[in-house]
């Protein structure tokens, strides 16, 4: 499971959980095998189905679960927030890197560019298309992702070279003839979401990217979690 540190809720954790699991598999998965990747008893595992069935962030097809039609709704919510908070920083950093710079979430094991930002005055420039996927594993954007988490004895020497130096490097992984550079933003020990740029050619330019990348990143870092406070405070 993946709660870690401090107090936590062990039923929310759990229904985090399963809500996880169902995103790793796009044709769902019975009580009977959620029971077993959560060593617990079917009938806690029901009594959890039908709790998130009920907020519509499970649906039941015959006896398999899959994702519902909440998560979509609560995702559509976050675009607007992200790009209020985000999208600033990004034209910023594509502006500073003369590279098109871009938001990319994690979405089960695939990297999902969520928004981007092209360079405002440059004839030349990588277009990337909001709304792509490509694996975790490919691309800075996923590793830079993996990047943010725990370490685990799955993870890639890119995942581990990336950890180490806080950013991420790809070099022709998603397009040819591009080089790519990116950060997790970091909001918790387990990152959902990186911060990057993307560029034509085989090597950087300019050296200082990494740095700004990094400090995008962590830009956006502070400022989701103080929006997401101010929120807390005014319900």
């Not at 699991?21 to 595992?45: K, P, S």
């Not at 591009?178 to 959902?192: F, K, Y």
Request: glycine fraction near 8%.
């Amino acid at each position: 499971m993946a709660a870690t540190g401090g107090e936590t809720s062990l039923t929310l954790d759990r229904g985090l959980t399963v809500l996880s699991l169902l995103a790793r598999n796009a044709d769902g998965l019975t009580a009977a095998e959620l029971a077993e990747q959560l060593t617990i008893a079917r009938a806690a595992v029901y009594r959890l189905l039908r709790t998130l069935e009920a907020h519509n962030l499970v649906a039941r097809l015959g006896t398999r679960y899959i994702l519902g039609f909440g998560v979509a709704e609560l995702a559509g919510q976050l675009k607007p927030r992200l790009q209020a908070t985000v999208l600033p920083i990004l034209r910023r950093l594509s502006e500073q890197t003369n590279s098109t710079a871009l938001l990319s979430v994690a979405d089960g094991d695939q990297a999902l560019i969520l928004l981007t930002a092209e360079p405002p005055n440059s004839t030349m420039h990588l277009a990337m298309r909001e709304g792509a996927r490509h694996a975790l594993t490919v691309g800075a954007d996923g590793i830079a992702i993996l990047a943010g988490r725990p370490d685990s004895d799955e993870d890639t020497e890119h995942v581990r070279e990336a950890r180490r130096r806080g950013y991420a490097v790809s070099v022709g992984s998603i397009q040819e003839g591009a080089i790519g550079v990116a950060a997790p933003i970091r909001v918790s020990d387990w990152s959902t979401a990186s911060l990057g740029v993307v560029q034509l050619g085989l090597k950087l330019v300019d050296d200082r990217v990494p740095h700004l990348v990094t400090e995008a990143a962590r830009t956006a870092a502070t400022q989701l979690v103080g929006t997401a406070s101010s929120e807390a405070v005014g319900r």
